[in-house]
């Protein structure tokens, strides 16, 4: 065919380049590699679903074990064979390791690209350009302002039903046994403006369930810079508020977005107040579950982790927690065989899981992190055969602290938000109930599918530690939610 007309200027369509981001560690990388496809869509990259079909490949990494960084380091090896097959890949290191790493990790793996640190994702589309010429690139600049406030995040790997929303980075704490104040810099917190706008987006995308995510949440605090304006929900009473803490921020969420469940991690229990405890207790779809890390039960333990509280405040606070949501489930994390750690300061653990009754609990050996307060200060001591065994043993301890909690819901009725189709079986949904326990339903309830998205009271029939099963009293909500 002879065109006779030919363009003046040829039509150059952008070129499509394919970007995966694979997020190792907590639902802070998580909620951060949605903003890095979100910085990325900009230069021109689309997300996919696997390595092999990447140009480019970006690892968003731990720091928080050694065992963390050891699964990133495996995986880097691997992109050697992707490499060879496809020449034109580029790899990329994100995330807590490529900041606590820096250069030494293009020293170490010869196949990676680039090294971006948490607070540095802004740079990407400069660094890549840099890369595109065959050299390599690094950038691991903390930052004491950077929260990536007004970047609208690409939802990736989403169920369409739960979302993050990152209120705060970086941590001021310094445990003692803690990489991120290393990795993630000095605290800020987002402004809140944006992050009630961010929700209120979610709920019209037909999201029902946000996680607000912080180190610290307790900690959140923001000085508007001006009265917060009209407009996106935000309530009378928050209105022209120039200072806002976590409760205030809870219950703007709570008010702008009144059909949006809310969630948030990560708590401190030398900062919960009861403030936000009652806020909590006062909206319906702020979920009835705390996940307050305690670390050990011994204070003396508790002393040298430069936790700020002991078992006694720590208690305290479990106590009001049931003050003022007698039906709330908590979770937390341990710590076994920190330095110093003995047979007493274990059995207090232990104690401590049996008298809370924990519904849930991340359980972990100490791992020694380089420049932490306890690398500096304190030997590695508990050998590590005894590590395990008390590992073990708090495993097993909280094992039948979660199986007594799960027996409790048994013949109680449960709001229950359906996520997806049972892994199990395709008979079956699972969702979670405000308490964040997984329930199991049966997936057509009258010839009516249960389709993710879908708010259902569940009748508990029977539990597991690990998840209960229900059967379908009522189904509260099918549809979409108004725009
Ligand atoms: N900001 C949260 C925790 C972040 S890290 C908080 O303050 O609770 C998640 C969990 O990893 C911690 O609660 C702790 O239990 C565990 N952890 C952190 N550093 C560790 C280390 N060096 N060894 C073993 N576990 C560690
Ligand atoms: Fe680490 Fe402590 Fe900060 Fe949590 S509060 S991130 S454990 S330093
Ligand atoms: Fe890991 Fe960094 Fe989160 S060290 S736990 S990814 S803040």
Not at 210 to 235: C, H, I, M, R
Not at 386 to 393: C, F, N, Q, S, T
Request: hydrophobic content about 35%; aromatic content about 6%; glycine content about 6%.
């Amino acid at each position: 065919m002879v065109l006779d007309r030919v363009p003046l200027h040829p039509i150059v369509e952008p070129v499509q380049k394919k970007v995966y981001i694979e997020s190792y560690g907590c639902q802070m990388n998580v909620s951060d590699s949605e903003v890095v496809a979100s910085i990325l869509a900009k230069d021109g990259y689309t997300p996919v679903k696997s390595a092999e079909e990447a140009d480019l490949v970006l690892l968003n990494t731990c720091s928080i074990r050694e065992k963390a960084e050891y699964t990133v380091l495996q995986r880097i090896n691997e992109m050697n064979n992707l490499k060879a097959r496809n020449k034109g890949l580029k790899v990329g290191v994100l995330g807590c390791m490529a900041e606590r790493m820096r250069e030494d990790l293009l020293e170490k793996k010869k196949v990676v690209d680039l090294v971006v640190g948490p607070d540095a994702y802004r740079t990407l589309p400069d660094l890549l350009e840099k890369v595109g010429t065959g050299q390599k690139a690094v950038n691991v600049l903390l930052s004491r302002e950077e929260t990536y406030g007004e970047i609208e995040p690409v939802r990736l790997d989403t169920n369409g039903v739960t979302a993050f929303v990152t209120i705060m980075r970086g941590c001021d704490n310094m445990c003692a046994f803690c990489v991120v104040p290393f990795t993630r810099g000095r605290e800020r917190s987002r402004d809140a403006e944006s992050i009630v706008r961010e929700c209120a987006q979610l709920v019209r995308d037909g999201y029902k369930e946000v996680t607000l995510l912080g180190q610290n949440v307790d900690s959140y605090k923001f000085a508007s810079p001006q009265p917060l304006s009209k407009g996106e929900g935000l309530s009378e009473q928050h209105i022209s508020q120039e200072k806002v803490d976590f409760a205030d921020l809870l219950e703007m969420v709570a008010l702008a977005c009144p059909t949006l469940r809310i969630r948030y991690s990560t708590s401190h229990p030398k900062d919960m107040t009861d403030k936000v405890l009652a806020v909590m207790a006062r909206y319906d779809n702020i979920c009835k579950y705390i996940h307050l890390p305690v670390q050990s039960g011994s204070s003396d333990v508790l002393k040298r982790m430069n936790r700020g509280y002991d078992r006694a405040w720590y208690l305290e606070r479990m106590a009001s927690i049931r003050r003022h949501m007698p039906d709330c489930a908590i979770s937390t994390d341990i710590i076994a065989g920190f330095c110093g750690e003995t047979e007493e300061d274990h059995e207090a653990t232990l104690a401590l899981i049996r008298e809370v009754q924990y519904d849930m609990a991340f359980m972990f050996k100490y791992s020694e992190r380089p420049k932490t307060l306890a690398a500096r200060k304190y030997p590695d001591d508990v050998p590590e055969d005894v590590k395990g065994r008390r590992l073990a043993e708090v495993i097993e301890t909280q094992k039948a602290a979660s199986a007594q909690r799960m027996l409790g819901y048994v013949g109680q009725l449960h709001e229950v938000l359906v996520e997806g189709v049972s892994k199990r079986s395709a008979e079956n949904v699972f969702g979670r109930n405000s308490q964040n326990s997984i329930v199991i339903l049966p997936r057509y309830a009258d010839g009516v599918e249960l389709t993710p998205g879908t708010f259902v009271k569940a009748r508990i029939d029977s539990a597991t530690p690990g998840s209960l099963k229900g059967s379908i009293h009522s189904i509260v909500s099918t549809l979409a939610l108004p725009a």
